[in-house]
């Protein structure tokens, strides 16, 4: 059977003895390119800032500026939490941003990483769009509105009906189209207060025997129908018409013209769907 020892890895200390690391901390027992990137390893001698703004290590007055770098802690409540050093450690105090969830207290380990944010960046950043820990991203929800409550409105309003595309109410009808009157005449004209879709107008040729134009009209001003859709009908073709889906804002009007020349009166059967 094969025999495995057990690796004991030593650290120095900063009296200069060697110390077995605890497997206990999750960066003593690291990768040596992990390790290359941890500048300071150390435990907080006093309690911080109330509010997380600060931890104090008096170990750092002895060591270089770590201004810029990424401070992380190790242990207690707020393990893991991370911010960039915003000012000069060799005070012995650190100040990240954003702030920690709550006080460090003395006695949390944390390191520093060899990474450098620039600190001004990130409190440039923090300024305009908010710390996402502290204030639930409150200068995005100054700008944007609060998604929760912004998009619950919005439903809300388009339940309503506010802004929606409703569909237009079905109506039918027979125009009695005058074949011996070469004018353009109103076949029927539809009331629209809001947008409303509109899923097709069928139209029975089948009692017209001249060639017609038929025209689909929208009061697009408020006050003037202008034509949008022209359809040349033979008395040659299929005796339906059907002009496809659209959606209209305002009254649509239907009018049909043929040369003159015709019998008289003709009906002609639509539905508007």
Request: with cysteine; hydrophobic share 40%.
């Amino acid at each position: 059977m094969t025999e495995y020892q057990r690796r004991v890895i030593m650290q120095k200390q900063p009296d200069g003895s060697y110390e077995e690391v605890s497997a206990d901390h999750p960066f003593q027992v690291y990768d040596p390119k992990v390790g290359n990137l941890i500048s300071y390893d150390g435990e907080t001698t006093a309690d911080g800032a109330a509010d997380g703004s600060t931890l104090v290590c008096s170990a750092l007055t002895s060591k270089p500026d770590y201004d810029g770098n990424l401070v992380i802690i190790t242990s207690g409540d707020y393990e893991g939490q991370a911010g960039v050093i915003n000012g000069a450690t060799t005070g012995g105090t650190v100040t990240p941003i954003p702030a920690f969830g709550g006080q460090i207290v003395s006695g949390i380990t944390f390191i520093i990483v060899g990474i450098r944010i620039p600190s001004v960046d990130i409190a440039s950043l923090l300024a305009d769009v908010g710390d996402a820990s502290a204030s639930t991203l409150g200068s995005l929800y100054a700008i944007l509105g609060d998604p929760a409550t912004d998009l619950a409105t919005s439903i809300a309003t388009l339940l309503a009906g506010g802004g929606a595309i409703a569909a237009v109410a079905q109506a039918t009808g027979t125009f009695a189209f005058d074949e011996t009157n070469a004018a353009e005449q109103t076949a029927f004209t539809l009331a629209i207060a809001a947008r409303a879709k509109i899923g097709g107008i069928w139209l029975d040729m089948s009692n017209v025997t001249q060639n017609t134009d038929i025209r689909v009209k929208h009061q697009i001003d408020g006050a003037n129908y202008r034509t949008f859709t022209t359809l040349s009908w033979l008395n040659t073709d299929d005796d339906g018409v059907l002009v496809l889906p659209f959606t209209a804002y305002r009254n649509i009007r239907v009018t049909l013209q043929c040369g003159g020349g015709g019998v008289g009166n003709i009906n002609v059967p639509y539905a508007v769907v």
